[in-house]
């Protein structure tokens, strides 16, 4: 059974930093590409950052430079630093695992950018 576990949310304020974390299990972990998305109330949930098998990574055009992805192989964990954080990063952000052709989510973790 695949889990997806993601933790390190919570409230700041803007210009703050967070790292999420999402450990995986009963996953093939390090053949996985690896996901950080994030959904607000209305809208579609988006992607914001890929690293692959092979480590390399994207992202999403506004949190370029502010956020990165990493992954520890070992562990199998997958993280998000995300800095200079602004209220529009305010979303549940979720983990995806993509491994061949199944995909699997976490079940999210609550970020507040707010003043």
């Known amino acids: 059974q695949v889990q997806l576990v993601e933790s390190g949310g919570g409230l700041v304020q803007p210009g703050a930093s967070l790292r999420l974390s999402c450990a995986a299990s009963?996953?093939?972990?390090?053949?996985?590409?690896m996901d950080w998305a994030r959904q607000t109330p209305g809208k579609q949930r988006e992607l914001v950052a890929t690293i692959t098998t092979r480590g390399i990574t994207t992202y999403e055009d506004s949190v370029k430079g502010r956020f990165t992805i990493s992954r520890d192989n070992a562990q199998k964990t997958v993280y998000l630093q995300m800095n200079s954080l602004k209220s529009e990063d305010t979303a549940i952000y979720y983990c995806r695992a993509r491994f061949r052709s199944i995909q699997y989510w976490g079940q999210g973790t609550q970020v507040t950018v707010s003043s």
């Open positions: 009963g996953l093939i972990f390090r053949e996985s590409d």
